[in-house]
């Protein structure tokens, strides 16, 4: 996983309340198993003109210059609500969606984003409509900067803003980690606690066949 350090990035600006996983990617576009492929599906339902084309919509935000370009998603509040599909998350990641900005998440999307390499970063709402406002004005040059080491947010105009994140997330975007390469850093741990329990209870390790 692509380690996540400070980000300096055009920033699409979403606006929309309760956009839900099944928005992000809708589940007829889920027909692989892997994580590779799901971009061409994200936001199908606005992103083309018609259920299960691919005739871009000219209307839709992301289909536009330079926001085709965007490493960064601002939205409203409640976003990644809905169903628990990971799906959502590996969309916008493999489209290239590096930190999405909103006054809220869906609880189980925004640990889906830290697992997957996301930065997901709860500002309050005003906050939130101003970066918009900022970066619509000329979003090509007015870029938005993501500092996960200090957790800090900068507007274009210069402005900080200062967010939270969990220790233990911080420490998996800022390293590159997944859940499992996590638990497999303390692989000496498992392997010491793993022979002094064979010991004192052997009996767990007999071969009942």
């Known amino acids: 996983m692509e380690k996540f350090t400070v980000l300096e990035a055009i920033a699409a600006p979403l606006m929309r309340i309760n956009i839900d996983t099944d928005v992000i990617i809708p589940s007829r576009e889920m027909k692989r198993v892997s994580k590779d492929g799901l971009s061409d599906g994200m936001f199908a339902n606005w992103r083309y003109t018609t259920p299960g084309g691919r005739e871009e919509n000219p209307d839709f935000i992301l289909n536009q210059e330079p926001y085709r ?11 990644g609500c809905g169903s628990s599909r990971e799906h959502a998350v590996w969309a916008l990641a493999e489209w290239g969606i590096r930190c999405i900005i909103t006054p809220k998440f869906g609880n189980i999307f925004y640990g889906n984003c830290v697992r997957n390499g996301i930065l997901p970063v709860v500002l309050a709402n005003d906050i939130v409509e101003n970066l918009a406002e900022q970066v619509a004005a000329d979003p090509a040059s007015h870029l938005i900067k993501v500092d996960l080491i200090q957790r800090t947010v900068t507007a274009p105009d210069g402005t900080i803003h200062v967010f939270d994140i969990a220790p233990a997330d911080q420490e998996m975007l800022l390293e590159g980690l997944d859940a499992i390469a996590v638990t497999m850093r303390r692989d000496d741990e498992i392997l010491a606690f793993q022979a002094r329990d064979r010991l004192s209870r052997q009996w767990v390790y007999l071969d009942t066949k």
């Open 69 to 79: 370009r965007a490493k960064i998603l601002l939205s409203g509040d409640n976003f």
